[in-house]
């Protein structure tokens, strides 16, 4: 019976699919990404304590308070930049190829409990790789703002993105 | 800052602004050993939707892929090497200015242990008297010898003249 179920759902269903490929990047392209997300002082001592990021001005609000953080403890920055990276991963780089490296990253304001931050991107080049011929490389320029629109971080991202062609031929 | 700090009393005495000399290269004191649950938990966390770091079945058969099992995200392979750094490079850190020529040089994968190394690339004075300017070159490595992450960072710090006057 289960068995029927599920060759019925093999035979009848569409792919939803998601993320862009190679061929759908141009240059000046922008992009808003999904969601948004409410960082809260749990992601924060979460990431903290599991990247072992010991500055204790994001583990103890005495030292948040003594350096200037009235609001309370500040989000790590790598906790901004991987949550602010994550929101942009399926409009940019979903579509399979890994991630080769990042340039000016410059923080902005610090982000302090139940900030929500957004993401948008703009396509900076659109360029074909030698070495695999089945793939590019892209380059975006990131921006992840709070609720109030002020800058929190920006950074240019490449990664390597697979074409369309090569993904059909590998189903 | 005239009056003790409370961070003097539970940080180290000799990672202040004063202590870092261009040129100077340190290994961290810690390795650690990249798990399912830190690539996983932190990729989910963060809303990152590439599913190749979180779906085995999906690396063991799509054949043409790069990579044939779940790979670390790169923004956490950053995240943990810089981290391994941090007591040493960030405990009197006030903020975090900038990163870049950050390199994704090599996979990681569940089960690999990173370890970190940084060198000191300059100091300067800062746009406050109680703090400089650091640019650091992180390095981190796995178990081979293998390259991993490379990344330059830019901290404003403490200044011990300033800060290191414990609480009483």
């Known amino acids: 019976m289960s068995k029927t179920i599920v060759s019925e759902l093999r035979a009848r269903a569409k792919p939803w699919p998601r993320g862009n490929r190679y061929e759908d990047f141009h240059e000046g392209q922008d992009f808003t990404h999904h969601w948004g997300r409410t960082l809260s002082e749990a992601d924060n001592t979460l990431f903290t304590a599991l990247t072992m990021h010991y500055n204790p001005q994001h583990l103890n609000v005495e030292i948040a308070r003594e350096n200037g953080h009235m609001r309370g403890i500040p989000m790590t920055p790598m906790l901004v930049f991987t949550t602010v990276f994550g929101m942009s991963v399926e409009d940019l780089s979903e579509g399979g190829g890994p991630f080769l490296g990042v340039e000016n990253c410059v923080y902005g304001v610090p982000v302090f409990p139940g900030d929500t931050l957004s993401a948008t991107s703009r396509v900076i080049s659109v360029r074909e790789s030698a070495k695999r011929p089945d793939f590019g490389i892209v380059t975006w320029a990131t921006r992840g703002t709070n609720q109030h629109g002020e800058e929190v971080i920006r950074f240019e991202r490449s990664n390597l993105v697979s074409r369309r062609k090569s993904v059909e031929d590998s189903r | ?168």
């Open chain 2, 1 to 168: 800052m005239a009056k003790g700090s409370i961070s003097a009393a539970l940080t180290s005495p000799n990672n202040y602004f004063e202590d870092f000399v261009p040129g100077d290269v340190w290994q961290h004191a810690r390795g650690k050993t990249v798990t399912e649950m830190d690539n996983v938990l932190l990729t989910n966390l963060v809303l990152n939707t590439a599913e190749g770091h979180f779906n085995e079945h999906l690396m063991q058969t799509a054949g043409k892929g790069i990579f044939a099992r779940r790979v670390v995200f790169g923004g956490i392979n950053l995240s943990i090497v810089i981290g391994l750094a941090a007591q040493d490079t960030g405990e009197q850190v006030l903020r975090e200015v900038a990163m870049d020529k950050v390199r994704l040089n090599h996979p990681v994968y569940h089960g690999d242990t990173l370890y970190a190394f940084s060198e000191v690339l300059e100091t300067a004075d800062s746009d406050r008297a109680d703090a400089g300017l650091v640019r650091f070159m992180h390095f981190g490595i796995n178990q081979d010898d293998a390259l991993c992450v490379q990344a330059e960072r830019l901290v404003q710090m403490k200044r011990r003249s300033h800060w290191a006057v414990k609480v009483s």
